[in-house]
């Protein structure tokens, strides 16, 4: 569903076009700002001058600090199980990823093995944190509702690397919890969404993750997400932030290190249902996992101005629940364990690698 533009003088229309293209921030929240009252005082989207949303560019600019808020709203996450129709494995030693911006294709080496591949040794990466929360460059961090999981594209293994350890806001243990998705910023930290299944409503929180320790703690609550991701600086707001998805669905954009709500897209049609994952890449663009009852599981962009769904095509596999990019190839990850190189022009899947686990979520590493 696309925002409606309201109607201003033309003057208005000059100055509101001036600095938008120069990226400053608006004197005065717009109209439509106001009809959401959700977006930051001086809210600055970013736009081409063609009028089409950005798609990649970088920015030295950085959202103020601000402090965790209750956003409200909790359901339990839709249970999605429609079969589809599977896919042959790709057996050619590379994954191709077409350019969605300039519709070139791009080769990510992922090994010369014929086939799947998997590996459980526990806490086998052999790559070493880049920071005492933050993830290594070159692979990718799965969960499942209670573990964290690594994926190197170089050599298809999946690596289990334990068990979350939940905490409250002030450190201490705390149980009942569940990661829904997990999402790693440009500086290497990880956030995550978790549901409380002791608490009648299955209150939903924020946390920050350290992937070396696996500790998850609450920044604060927040709306029923089911789907996180990052998005880098200069793609959808000068600075990085959040895009995370509830039941509605609704799309948001958060603030990276508080959870804090930045802006509040208009609803999508009601046919879709978020099926878990946002995943961005600079130059690539924005991609979501959803669902519906007659098309299954499909690969769908995000224009990042005004959060308008623009459907891909189906990935051909279920439960695809976790979306992340690695050097610029797109990855899926499947409730029956399934890892798949999907094309983002075509939206199609196909099998790299399987583990004996339920991924629910996913992120790239910076």
Request: some cysteine; aromatic content about 8%.
């Amino acid at each position: 569903m696309k925002r409606q533009e309201p109607g201003r003088c033309a003057a208005a229309l000059l100055l509101g076009l001036c600095l938008t293209v120069l990226g400053c921030p608006s004197p005065n929240s717009s109209d439509e700002d106001a009809g959401h009252g959700n977006a930051d005082a001086g809210d600055v989207r970013l736009r081409r001058p063609d009028g089409g949303a950005v798609s990649g560019g970088s920015s030295s600019l950085s959202s103020a600090g601000t402090s965790s808020v209750s956003l409200g709203g909790s359901s339990s996450r839709a249970a999605t199980s429609q079969a589809a129709s599977g896919m042959t494995s790709s057996s050619s030693g590379g994954i191709s990823s077409n350019s969605a911006s300039s519709g070139t294709a791009t080769s990510l080496a992922v090994g010369s093995s014929s086939g799947p591949q998997s590996s459980s040794s526990l806490g086998g990466g052999s790559s070493s944190s880049s920071s005492s929360t933050g993830g290594a460059p070159g692979h990718i961090y799965i969960n499942s509702t209670e573990r964290l999981y690594s994926f190197h594209p170089a050599t298809l293994l999946v690596t289990d690397l334990g068990a979350f350890v939940f905490q409250d806001v002030g450190g201490l243990p705390i149980t009942g919890q569940r990661m829904l998705d997990i999402a790693l910023a440009a500086d290497g930290r990880a956030y995550g969404v978790t549901y409380d299944v002791d608490t009648p409503a299955a209150d939903f929180f924020v946390v920050t993750v350290d992937v070396t320790t696996r500790v998850a703690r609450r920044l604060g609550t927040t709306k029923s997400y089911s789907a996180l991701g990052v998005v880098p600086a200069g793609m959808a707001f000068p600075e990085e932030v959040l895009f995370a998805v509830d039941n509605v669905p609704f799309l948001d954009a958060l603030r990276v290190d508080t959870g804090a709500l930045r802006y509040s897209f208009d609803a999508w049609d009601g046919v879709f249902q978020s099926a878990g994952d946002v995943a961005a890449a600079t130059g690539v663009g924005v991609f979501v996992s959803v669902y519906d009852s007659t098309n299954g599981f499909r690969l769908a962009q995000v224009d990042t101005y005004d959060g308008a769904l623009s459907v891909v095509g189906p990935v051909g596999f279920p439960n695809v629940n976790g979306l992340a990019f690695a050097g610029g190839a797109l990855f899926g990850f499947t409730r029956e364990g399934n890892v798949l190189a999907i094309n983002v022009q075509t939206g199609a899947g196909s099998v790299v690698a399987t583990h004996a686990a339920e991924f629910v979520g996913a992120a790239g590493a910076p």
